[in-house]
């Protein structure tokens, strides 16, 4: 807020009292709106914690108020969201199951999801999907893809 009232070219002295004001009478309260942020797009967008990090951050939210708000997603949480967006563009997905496994994994990557996760989640999607992409996804070695090796 405080960027924006510069641009508006507020005088320091204003801005500073305007917002130790909203302070007081719980306007602004950024542990609350990173809460909500987080919540908000983890589930409706997907984000994983480091996208939603790099949010907050771009956001102006201190880093410790973010990592407060990021706690409420855990490992177990992204993993479920991963393989929930993993289903749902699986099914429209066409070609090998090669080039499947790339799309939806750079798709995971852009939402901020480690590699991990990511790799486990399209390899369990494909395993499920048919007898083409199962034998696909048993030959993928998501410990070796993780560490940078080729695993294929």
């Not at 130790?20 to 009478?25: G, I, M």
């Not at 996760?117 to 494909?126: E, G, P, T, Y």
């Given at each position: 807020?405080?960027?924006?009232?510069?641009?508006?070219?507020?005088?320091?002295?204003?801005?500073?009292?305007?917002?130790?004001?909203?302070?007081?009478?719980?306007?602004?309260?950024?542990?609350?709106?990173?809460?909500?942020?987080?919540?908000?797009?983890?589930?409706?967008?997907?984000?994983?914690?480091?996208?939603?990090?790099?949010?907050?951050?771009?956001?102006?939210?201190?880093?410790?108020?973010?990592?407060?708000?990021?706690?409420?997603?855990?490992?177990?949480?992204?993993?479920?969201?991963?393989?929930?967006?993993?289903?749902?563009?699986?099914?429209?997905?066409?070609?090998?199951?090669?080039?499947?496994?790339?799309?939806?994994?750079?798709?995971?990557?852009?939402?901020?999801?480690?590699?991990g996760i990511a790799i486990r989640a399209v390899k369990d999607a494909l395993a499920?999907?048919?007898?083409?992409?199962?034998?696909?996804?048993?030959?993928?070695?998501?410990?070796?893809?993780?560490?940078?090796?080729?695993?294929?």
């Amino acid at each position: 807020m405080a960027k924006a009232l510069v641009r508006k070219e507020i005088s320091e002295e204003v801005i500073a009292e305007v917002l130790d004001r909203y302070d007081e009478v719980g306007i602004i309260d950024d542990a609350a709106f990173a809460r909500a942020w987080v919540s908000s797009r983890h589930h409706g967008r997907g984000l994983a914690r480091r996208a939603l990090a790099n949010e907050l951050r771009q956001r102006g939210v201190d880093a410790e108020v973010a990592s407060e708000a990021l706690e409420a997603v855990d490992e177990e949480a992204e993993a479920a969201a991963a393989r929930a967006l993993v289903d749902r563009k699986l099914r429209s997905a066409t070609g090998a199951p090669e080039a499947v496994f790339r799309r939806l994994v750079a798709m995971l990557a852009r939402k901020g999801y480690p590699a991990g996760i990511a790799i486990r989640a399209v390899k369990d999607a494909l395993a499920a999907r048919d007898a083409e992409a199962a034998e696909f996804a048993d030959a993928i070695d998501a410990d070796a893809l993780e560490d940078g090796a080729t695993g294929l």
